[in-house]
T-cell receptor
Framework: ETGVTQSPTHLIKTRGQQVTLRCSSQ?????VSWYQQALGQGPQFIFQ???????GRGNFPPRFSGLQFPNYSSELNVNALELDDSALYLC???????????????FGEGSRLTVL | DQQVKQNSPSLSVQEGRISILNCDYT??????FLWYKKYPAEGPTFLIS?????DKNEDGRFTVFLNKSAKHLSLHIVPSQPGDSAVYFC????????????FGKGTRLHILP
């Protein structure tokens, strides 16, 4: 069983640039969530995709956008990068639409983004 | 506004003793609670969960207790082992209402030899 994989693992960008982070979900999982974990904080929910549609969003501005593909892999795009976007971005997959009765997310190792 | 609070950033416990990690929540709509464990350079991994219809759930050395009236939950690890040294996140969500899992800031647990 293939776990959740994310790429790249580390990257450095400058303010104003755009970044795309990628995630391959665990085999058999059709739901992908993205989280931002700033230093010293817990993961914060960005949004969730189920069968290629966004079905939940946290308090992040529209410059944070995403996609889910037919094979359930996903991308997180961030435009007009700001210094505060520096964080670990975690992708998590699950096998249910939403998490009712489960709550078990399978996380990747994350992509650490540094914005200079 | 932090809906899930872990007020202890770190905790040190002697190997073999009990580790108790605490978590408070403010949103009364939460009805499912989870603990995740995170090692450096790895993603969080699910540890144990509890539904609000229960007040205790046990899985091996790990037990989660839920006090709904106090909006408080705790994770007990007995006995503590060196491999338990990690960051522990408390998390919660409202089933059938909002699929958004809210995480606390985490507690770093150090198991001392």
């Amino acid at each position: 069983e293939t776990g959740v994989t994310q790429s790249p693992t580390h990257l450095i960008k400058t303010r104003g640039q755009q970044v795309t982070l990628r995630c391959s979900s665990q085999s058999g999982h059709n739901t992908v969530s993205w989280y931002q974990q700033a230093l010293g904080q817990g993961p914060q929910f960005i949004f969730q995709y189920y069968r290629e549609e966004e079905n939940g969003r946290g308090n992040f501005p529209p410059r944070f956008s995403g996609l889910q593909f037919p094979n359930y892999s996903s991308e997180l795009n961030v435009n007009a990068l700001e210094l505060d976007d520096s964080a670990l971005y975690l992708c998590a997959s699950s096998g249910n639409r939403g998490l009712a009765g489960a709550g078990e997310l399978f996380f990747g190792e994350g992509s650490r983004l540094t914005v200079l | 506004d932090q809906q899930v609070k872990q007020n202890s950033p770190s905790l040190s416990v002697q190997e073999g003793r009990i580790s108790i990690l605490n978590c408070d929540y403010t949103n009364s709509m939460f009805d499912y609670f989870l603990w995740y464990k995170k090692y450096p350079a790895e993603g969080p991994t699910f540890l144990i969960s509890i539904s609000s219809i229960k007040d205790k759930n046990e899985d091996g050395r790990f037990t989660v207790f839920l006090n709904k009236s106090a909006k408080h939950l705790s994770l007990h690890i007995v006995p503590s082992q060196p491999g338990d040294s990690a960051v522990y996140f408390c998390a919660a969500f409202a089933q059938n209402r909002d699929d958004k899992i809210i995480f606390g800031k985490g507690t770093r647990l150090h198991i001392l030899p």
